[in-house]
């Protein structure tokens, strides 16, 4: 039997030369278009065009940024993108950029690394940002807590997440205690938290209980009347209202001031409800 040789058949340049010689134009036209027809490149473009018009020199901020509206981007388009001169100059872009979904934890990282405090509250908050990109924009901020001025933590207190104003409360800082207090995103919890430390003061602790948000939740109270840092004077003033039980568990609490244990007393006296002394409650039990 011989061997059949096929004979190599022309490629059928007819078809394709046209799509080629059109895609190669709209290329260029990406590299020198102005004005609306370089904004409209960018946002319905796909990846090779928005690649192509990043080079183009009339390239600006806002077309950066219109770029990053699209959810759908590749990560090697993104990281074309923050190796733009316009964007490594614009703290607007590099937000948009760490916020982004689809940025790459390494660039994330260094785009975290490049923003000020205040900044990196703007990518946990900014609506497009993922879960895992809040995150680490929260732990950003908490890292640098240690080493940042009061001034700029006073205004973190007014704008940071709950558990920011958790870490914040915990320095036991009246300036910060006040500002966290004016923050929507508290929540009691943090407070408790705050109200169960020994670092919380006579003067937090009275800044809680004053507030008008705060300071008339029971468990609050409650708890506030449980730290041997509160002021008497609350005790005189909260006390009528709370249960018998609760009282008499306070006057039993260990570390509880002699101020504190006098009013406590007071208060039993006057509902005449003897308080169990700790031999009598071992008794019962």
Excluded: C, Y
Excluded at 127 to 151: F, M, V, Y
């Amino acid at each position: 039997m011989g061997t059949t040789i096929e004979t190599p058949q022309p490629r059928d340049t007819a078809s394709t030369a046209p799509f080629d010689s059109a895609r190669a134009a709209t290329l260029l036209k990406a590299l020198s278009a102005k004005g609306e027809e370089l904004a409209t490149l960018l946002r319905e473009g796909d990846a090779d065009l928005v690649r192509a018009a990043l080079k183009n020199p009339e390239l600006r901020e806002a077309h950066l940024l219109a770029v990053l509206r699209r959810m759908k981007l590749p990560e090697a388009l993104l990281r074309s993108v923050a190796h733009t001169p316009q964007a490594m100059a614009s703290r607007r872009v590099k937000i948009a950029l760490a916020a982004h979904p689809a940025t790459p934890p390494a660039l994330l990282q260094e785009l975290l690394g490049q923003l000020h405090l205040l900044e990196l509250v703007e990518v946990q908050r900014h609506p497009a940002a993922s879960a895992d990109h809040k995150s680490a924009a929260q732990q950003a901020i908490l890292k640098r807590l240690p080493d940042t001025e009061l001034g700029i933590k006073i205004t973190l207190a007014r704008r940071g997440s709950s558990t920011v104003l958790e870490a914040l409360l915990a320095e036991g800082e009246l300036r910060l205690v006040q500002a966290v207090l004016s923050n929507p995103r508290l929540v009691e919890g943090n407070l408790l938290a705050h109200l169960r430390s020994p670092l919380a003061s006579a003067e937090t602790i009275s800044a809680v209980l004053r507030h008008e948000r705060w300071g008339v939740r029971p468990k609050i109270r409650l708890t506030a009347l449980g730290n041997r840092n509160t002021p008497a004077i609350w005790f005189t003033l909260l006390l009528p209202s709370l249960p018998a039980a609760e009282v008499r568990r306070l006057a039993q609490a260990k570390g509880t001031g002699a101020r504190q244990l006098e009013a406590l007393r007071e208060e039993l006296t006057r509902r005449e409800i003897v308080p169990m002394k700790p031999s009598d409650k071992a008794e019962t039990t």
